[in-house]
């Protein structure tokens, strides 16, 4: 063998230390998964109390909103979809589909139903996360993924559209 490497592979704790680097980096989310579901309670006190706040929104709006659950849930996967549009590998925002969704007519109740549908879904920096990124990616509501995509007088529309829900734009 080159001295080199055995001089390298003699210090176990070097090669040790950027193996277990590597490891943590590429599925250190994973792992932090695995190991809550392992040793206990995986469901923090915040995202829980999130989650009653939003269902205790979401059944006041259903009640005055001109929209269903299920429409509501149909506009913001399609939301979804247009902030996450890309063509000859090119991504960006399908700002036409995205307005054509947001409807002027749909009430405040039905607007707020659409952000509660929208719920927090995994964004990595250009959209949907696939494969492996997964890991490297954040979950973000939806005024996170607007202020992502969106800019200028876009993002300012967006944001006056939604302005009356409950939600901070």
């Known amino acids: 063998m080159n001295k ?8 176990w704790k070097l090669v ?15 792992l932090k998964k695995w190991l809550e579901d392992l040793f206990g309670d995986s469901t923090n006190k915040d995202d829980s109390q999130e989650e009653d706040i939003s269902q ?10 001109n929209l269903t659950v299920d429409e509501a ?6 939301l979804e ?25 749909y009430n405040t109740d039905a607007r707020t139903l659409i952000y509660v549908e ?3 879904r995994k964004y990595d920096g250009v959209g949907t996360p696939i494969g492996f990124m997964d890991a490297f990616s954040y979950n973000y509501n939806l005024s996170q993924w607007a202020r992502a995509e969106l800019s200028g007088s876009s993002l300012n529309n967006f ?11």
Do not use: R
């Open 4 to 11: 080199n490497l055995n001089k390298i592979l003699s210090n």
């Open 16 to 30: 040790g230390g950027v193996f277990l680097a590597v490891i943590l980096f590429f599925f250190g989310k994973e």
């Open 56 to 65: 205790k929104i979401k059944e006041n709006a259903e009640q005055g909103s």
């Open 73 to 78: 849930y149909l506009i913001a996967n399609q």
């Open 81 to 105: 979809n247009a902030f996450d549009y890309s063509q000859w590998g090119m991504y960006g925002t399908d700002e036409d589909l995205l307005w054509s969704l947001l409807d002027s007519s």
């Open 118 to 120: 929208f719920g927090h």
């Open 159 to 169: 944001i006056n559209y939604f302005k009356n829900t409950p939600f901070i734009i």
